[in-house]
């Protein structure tokens, strides 16, 4: 746990920025809680908190104001201490009454906290960042951490490939948010790992709140929550800004329909606007996802005001299509906070080609088409691989896909009378994203990243379903035998046809495989005899147990598999086994923060090991550019005046300057006193580290 958690202190800041905020703002504009419950209250004010921290990031920048953490903690707490001190409120916890325990928080909170851990077990299960993308990360990080802002000035335009690749014109607040952090933890490795992983881990109580605002049901929330949780399509623990953005997605969808239904006055829009402006500053495609979502809820909302009205325009004047259309205009006018600015700096095409190189890059013309933009099958729709790619993760998973088709089914017998209800909304999206995914809408931009998309309206399908199939087991024995057998026959064909299924169980799981379908077998005649006997409650248990379980093995175990498995490291290495190996090693031994010179790597693998360069420093730039033509006394006039302790030399050096320029380096570096050669963290085999005296 302490290798999770180092300290409580960049947590504690979270929270308290997160709640403080959402507080602040829902009870200057709403004037009372969000939620009847404290505990769904809180829930709202961090999904408020985050939406308001992410849009104050870019405002405070443009205002020059320093993205310090100190500056936020004191936005976030001012109002609820004056509040405190103005109404003498007395804090204290919640008495507890354990005759009327609500089990529906307990298991919410506890599906949240096993995924959060699950995933922080696959984050933490290597040292390194995985690939290519968080390394720009922990760059780009560090120099809003140091410099307190996100604008990079002219002079430092041509260095902007070290270390500003996910700054602007790209939007910098997922680095912001984690540069506070980091202000505070000093360990950029932990940083980027658990604050990702736990802002991503936030959809799941965030899918509760919208779940419930749509489905109307918290039992049929709570079923979307576990659904989205053991998806294998939904997120993955990948470092980078699609986490912020797609939770974002979740907690701006809920403040929408949480102010519809309250019914408040124009102050009450500020709440969705800023879910709204936060959405469109996170993430340039996620945006657009949004976008078309929230379009479909205005023209579903706008159908249920001429019904009303009685199909007359005139009379939508006061009308929730048309304030819906206006949160929606000033939320993007919001955000012009940040893309007003960047579009002044950078030009149309700057901005464009600021976002990897513009759309060119990630369409079907592309030369990443194959990866980005695949043909899937059905088996690969179908089946959840327990290999798969680590940005994106492949498969529903059997059991989740026939519960939605059958959902469907049922919905689309019904849509007469399903029209006037919020379930008709993820119909239409899951139908929209899922086409888009088997490329039927030739959509053709990031293809692959549909799966996460597609993944939010088919879990509250799913959890319909699940009360669908709850419902129907306890009408009539015929139909409760119908669906339990049904659900044991798929069972049955997954684990004795598994390898046409391309499911790669180990042997171990096979024997528990048929272990489990004597058990359910057992337990289905079990609960026959109680259902005869009368206890049809009992049956319906039965029933959910069957659904859970395979749910759990067709998409729980794969999801769980790739989330904990090793991911790969980036593509720059030359050596992986000897330059990971080596600054691991030097992570372990040195301090945090350590200022370490990289003679040919570069800065950006200093910061994700924890310690310390300057990527965006001239003068260190153009040192390592010609290490190997400097002698020693060369370079250590300008590493001690910058307080670097340390000098590597790694592998990649022979492959960049050439093998005997390299050794006759290491070997000047040897003969010079003033540069020490550390034999615990060197390797022999291509990774030396020397203390510079």
């Known amino acids: 746990m302490s290798k999770i958690i180092p300290s409580i202190t960049p947590l504690l800041y979270f929270v308290i920025v997160t709640v403080g905020l959402g507080w602040t703002i829902f009870d200057l504009c709403w004037k009372k809680k969000p939620e009847d419950d404290l505990f769904y209250s809180i829930i709202a004010y961090v999904a408020l908190g985050l939406s308001a921290w992410v849009f104050l990031i870019p405002l405070f920048n443009v205002l020059h104001i ?124 932990w940083t980027l790992k658990f604050f990702n992983t736990l802002i991503l881990s936030l ?49 701006s969808l809920y403040l929408v329909f949480l102010t519809i239904d309250n019914k408040g006055s124009p102050l009450t829009f500020i709440v969705p606007i800023l879910g709204i402006a936060a959405m469109m500053i996170s993430q340039p495609f996620v945006s657009v996802i949004f976008g078309f979502m929230f379009i479909t809820i205005i023209v579903y909302q706008g159908t249920i005001d001429l019904k009303s009205n009685g199909w007359k325009l005139n009379k939508l004047k006061n009308s929730w299509t048309i304030k819906l259309f206006i949160i929606g205009f000033l939320g993007v006018l919001f955000s012009m906070v940040f893309w007003g600015e960047q579009f002044a700096h950078y030009g149309f095409k700057g901005v464009i080609e600021g976002h990897g190189g513009g759309f060119a890059t990630v369409s079907s013309a592309s030369d990443n088409a194959a990866y980005v933009n695949p043909d899937y099958s059905l088996k690969q729709l179908v089946i959840a691989p327990l290999g798969s790619h680590i940005d994106q993760q492949e498969g529903f998973g059997l059991f989740v896909l026939m519960l939605v088709t059958g959902t469907l089914i049922i919905l689309l017998k019904e849509i007469q009378t399903i029209w ?114 009368g206890l049809k409650s009992w049956y319906t248990y039965c029933t959910i147990i069957l659904l859970l379980t395979g749910l759990l093995l067709t998409s729980a175990y794969p999801k769980y598999i790739v989330q904990t498995s090793t991911w790969p490291f980036g593509v720059f290495w030359t050596s992986p086994q000897v330059e990971i190996s080596g600054y691991t090693n030097m992570m372990s031994t040195l301090p945090k923060k350590t200022k370490v010179f990289s003679s040919c790597i570069g800065d950006a693998t200093v910061l994700g090991f924890s310690m310390e360069s300057t990527p965006y420093d001239k003068e260190i730039h153009e040192l390592r550019n010609n290490i190997t033509t400097k002698s020693p006394e060369e370079i250590y006039p300008v590493l001690s005046e910058k307080e670097y302790k340390y000098l590597i030399i790694e592998t990649s050096c022979a492959k960049i300057f050439g093998v005997n320029e390299t050794i006759n380096f290491v070997q000047n570096l040897l003969d010079n006193p003033r540069f020490t050669i550390e034999p615990s963290m060197s390797n022999q085999n291509g990774f030396f580290v020397f203390r510079i005296s």
Not at 123 to 130: Q, T
Not at 168 to 174: G, Q, S
Not at 492 to 520: C, G, M
């Open 420 to 533: 006037s209800k919020r379930s008709i909304l993820p119909m239409i999206w899951f139908i929209c994203f899922f086409l888009t995914l088997i490329k039927i809408i030739p959509l053709n931009i990031l293809l692959h990243r549909f799966w996460s998309y597609t993944s939010l309206p088919l879990a509250m399908l799913a959890a319909k379903g699940i009360y669908m199939i709850r419902d129907l087991s306890k009408r009539k024995m015929s139909y409760a035998l119908l669906v339990n057998a049904a659900i044991l026959a798929v069972f049955i064909f997954v684990l004795q046809f598994k390898e046409w299924a391309n499911i790669d169980v180990p042997s171990t799981f096979t024997i528990t495989a048929k272990t489990i379908i004597v058990v359910l077998v057992s337990i289905e005649i079990f609960f026959g005899i109680a259902f005869v006997k």
């Open 203 to 251: 959809h799941i109580l965030f899918m509760f709140l919208l779940a419930k605002r749509i489905l109307g049901s918290a039992g049929e929330a709570l079923a979307a929550s576990f659904v989205i949780a053991i998806l294998p399509s939904s997120m993955s623990h990948f470092i980078w800004a699609h986490s912020l953005a797609m939770t974002l997605l979740y907690a």
């Open 66 to 189: 320093p993205l310090h953490f100190s500056i936020f903690l004191g936005l976030a707490i001012i109002y609820p201490i004056i509040q405190t001190l103005r109404k003498k409120i007395v804090w204290k916890l919640p008495d507890i009454d354990f005759e009327r325990i609500n089990f529906t928080k307990i298991l919410l909170f506890a599906i949240f906290a096993l995924f959060l851990a699950v995933y922080l077990k696959g984050a933490f299960g290597y040292p390194y960042l995985e690939d290519d993308d968080p390394w720009g990360y922990a760059a780009g990080t560090y120099y809003i951490s140091q410099e307190f802002t996100y604008t990079i000035p002219p002079e430092l335009q041509p260095l902007r490939g070290d270390f500003g690749h996910y700054l602007e014109p790209y939007p910098p607040t997922m680095a912001g948010i984690l540069a506070m952090e980091y202000q505070i933890s000093s360990d950029m490795n």
